[in-house]
T-cell receptor
Framework: NAGVIQTPRHKVTGKGQEATLWCEPI?????VFWYRQTIVQGLEFLTY????????DSGMPKERFSAQMPNQSHSTLKIQSTQPQDSAVYLC???????????FGPGTRLTVL | GQQVQQSPASLVLQEGENAELQCNFS?????MQWFYQRPGGSLVSLFY???GTKHSGRLTSTTVIKERRSSLHISSSQTTDSGTYLC????????????FGLGTTLQVQP
């Protein structure tokens, strides 16, 4: 079992450019979560899919951020018109369903210049 | 306010000493999870412990729901235990999401 896979590991964008982050959950897991980690804010929840359906996006900034899960093997987080304050480590996690242990990927470090 | 509070914020030990890390929460929960993270590293799940006590090697996790607290005990600390320990809870309501504390940074000196 390869664990949760995230690509790319590092991404550098210029201000105003788009960034797409990819996540492949553990095979057989039905729940996928996205979090963001910064020194100042710590770890913050962004959004959550179960069986590919969006369940909770209460942590997503209302503008410029979107997430999809087109099939059970991958999810994407897209940030349009990136800003320096979007610089963070974006973490994806998966679990087998409700009330279950979450397993995290290595994260994508996004740097917006 | 912060729903999950961890203490201490940082801790320095000599190798061989024991450590007790605390996590207090102000909301009812479905589950509690403890993670370990090295600087620049990924989150490693140590315990999924909604209630009661669990053991794994030199680590012990105890969650007491009525008292709204969870603890992580590290016995006979080693330099390789250095890093940040994070607790996270899943609030009731089947939200799925985890709410994290700010972590305890542990440094074990030889």
């Amino acid at each position: 079992n390869a664990g949760v896979i995230q690509t790319p590991r590092h991404k550098v964008t210029g201000k105003g450019q788009e960034a797409t982050l990819w996540c492949e959950p553990i095979s057989g897991h039905s729940a996928v979560f996205w979090y963001r980690q910064t020194i100042v804010q710590g770890l913050e929840f962004l959004t959550y899919f179960r069986n590919q359906a969006p369940i909770d996006d209460s942590g997503m900034p209302k503008e410029r951020f979107s997430a999809q899960m087109p099939n059970q093997s991958h999810s994407t987080l897209k940030i349009q018109s990136t800003q320096p304050q979007d610089s963070a480590v974006y973490l994806c996690a998966s679990s087998s369903g409700g009330y279950a242990e979450q397993f995290f990927g290595p994260g994508t470090r996004l740097t917006v210049l | 306010g912060q729903q999950v509070q961890q203490s201490p914020a940082s801790l320095v030990l000599q190798e061989g000493e024991n450590a007790e890390l605390q996590c207090n929460f102000s909301t009812s929960l479905n589950s509690m999870q403890w993670f370990y993270q090295r600087p620049g590293g990924s989150l490693v799940s140590l315990f999924y412990n909604p209630s009661g006590t669990k053991h794994s090697g030199r680590l012990t996790s105890t969650t007491v729901i009525k008292e709204r607290r969870s603890s992580l005990h590290i016995s006979s600390s080693q330099t390789t235990d250095s890093g940040t320990y994070l607790c996270a809870l899943e609030p009731t309501g089947n939200t799925g999401k985890l709410i994290f504390g700010l972590g305890t940074t542990l440094q074990v000196q030889p």
